[in-house]
């Protein structure tokens, strides 16, 4: 009894470990380096009650001021009024000048009390607020839609790192790949933008990684971005989208599958050769390529309707050749991205939270540097009177 006792608590304490690893650990999720950095303790009443009076008489509010006023939030109310000021500040003179650490705080500030709703909306109107995260500020939000089980709000989120191309780190790669992956798990309905921003948000992310997952979302991403070219034009698809806009997404994804008979290693999920194989049905269902749009598809989309049959006998030739070299996983896009994360997301999280222990450093050298520029220019206004 006491062996299958252990037998059994050794395999809940794996997948215990299993499912935090899928996670960012608490280590990467605490907030003590950002809440024991050098601060400017203010007065938020008089800080708004400033920026009031420096809006009324038309003159620009300083970065430094709106840091100040985001630091010191210290409720889900004082979140609400910050938002506005954020917006204040993105319309005014100084709209550039919105610091990162100002950004990142108020993201902090969100997830702290509760106002996570705030932090999206304001990333999903960035031009309107300014809010251009950095990797790890990206992170942290995606990981708690993640811990909650919103994927559909994680993926909004990875969407945005899209948008922005803020696919450099490993782990803010692997955390993407993980919430669509979970998404799609879900098998939603998708409107054919959210196919064309999944797409795009896959296909990115696959190309930073050179193995299984990587490629898997590759061939899916493409595959879901050729759907909207073949049915909507080429245009709506790299219309502001960080896409080229040279036609053939569907056959960029029949490469992927080639590229994979050549490399060692790598297989292809056979859920998601199904799922590329049901996009070229369901637009083979109309000899149109299945238009949906009002106006007529341009010459060049025409041509690329017209390429339809040849990429789906080319697709079965494809998908019979990897059966023959044994190149398909029998597992799903979400077991494998699980799998990769498992292995490897240790390893970045360490060099992730080293680099933002530098960055929160000179984040708060540039701050000093802030506040010694008024103490000076003050200064030089008082002697001048």
């Known amino acids: 009894l006491v062996t299958a006792l252990a037998y059994h608590c050794s395999f809940v304490g794996f997948d215990c470990f ?18 024991q950095r050098l601060r400017d303790a203010q007065d938020l009443g008089q800080l708004a009650s400033l ?20 630091d010191n939030l210290s409720s889900k109310e004082e979140v609400d009024q910050a938002q506005y000021y ?64 919103d994927f559909r709000g994680a993926c909004s989120v990875v969407e945005e790192v899209m948008l922005q191309e803020s696919f450099e780190r490993t782990s803010t790669q692997i955390m993407s790949l993980y919430a669509l992956s979970k998404y799609l798990a879900t098998k939603p309905e998708l409107s054919w933008q959210e196919e064309r921003n999944m797409g795009a948000s896959l296909m990115l992310a696959g190309l930073k990684q050179e193995n299984s997952v990587g490629f898997n979302a590759r061939l899916l991403g493409l ?46 999920s056979e859920e998601v050769l199904d799922h590329v194989e049901k996009i070229l049905q369901d637009l083979s269902v109309n000899a149109d390529g299945q238009n949906v749009t009002d106006t007529p598809l341009e010459e060049e989309d025409e041509l690329e309707t017209q390429k339809l049959p040849e990429y789906i006998n080319r697709f079965k030739e494809l998908k019979e050749r990897l059966v023959s070299q044994d190149r398909i996983d029998s597992r799903s896009l979400e077991s494998l991205v699980s799998a990769l994360m498992q292995q490897t997301l240790a390893a970045c999280e360490n060099a992730d939270i080293a680099e933002y222990q530098r960055t929160v450093s000179v984040w708060e050298a540039e701050l000093q540097q802030l506040i010694q520029r008024e103490r000076e220019t003050k200064e030089k206004n008082q002697k001048s009177l």
Request: aromatic content about 16%; charged content about 25%.
């Open 18 to 35: 299993y499912s935090r690893r899928c996670l960012l650990s608490s280590a990467y999720t605490d907030p003590a380096v950002w809440e």
């Open 51 to 70: 920026m009031d009076r420096t809006y009324a008489r038309k003159f620009p509010v300083s970065s430094l001021v709106i840091a100040r006023f985001v």
């Open 223 to 268: 595959a879901l971005i050729g759907k909207v070219e073949l049915s909507r034009g080429i245009h709506a698809v790299f219309h502001e989208m960080p896409l080229i806009w040279t036609s053939g997404y569907l056959g960029r994804a029949l490469a992927v599958m080639d590229a994979v008979c050549d490399f060692r290693d790598v297989k292809l």
């Open 86 to 149: 954020l917006y204040k500040f993105r319309h005014s003179p100084n709209c550039w000048y919105l610091r990162d650490w100002t950004i990142h705080s108020w993201i902090q500030h969100c997830l702290k009390y509760g106002a996570r709703d705030k932090a999206l909306y304001t990333l999903k109107n960035k031009v309107q607020f300014g809010m251009f995260p950095d990797d790890f500020t990206f992170n942290l939000l995606i990981d708690s839609f993640i811990k909650d089980k």
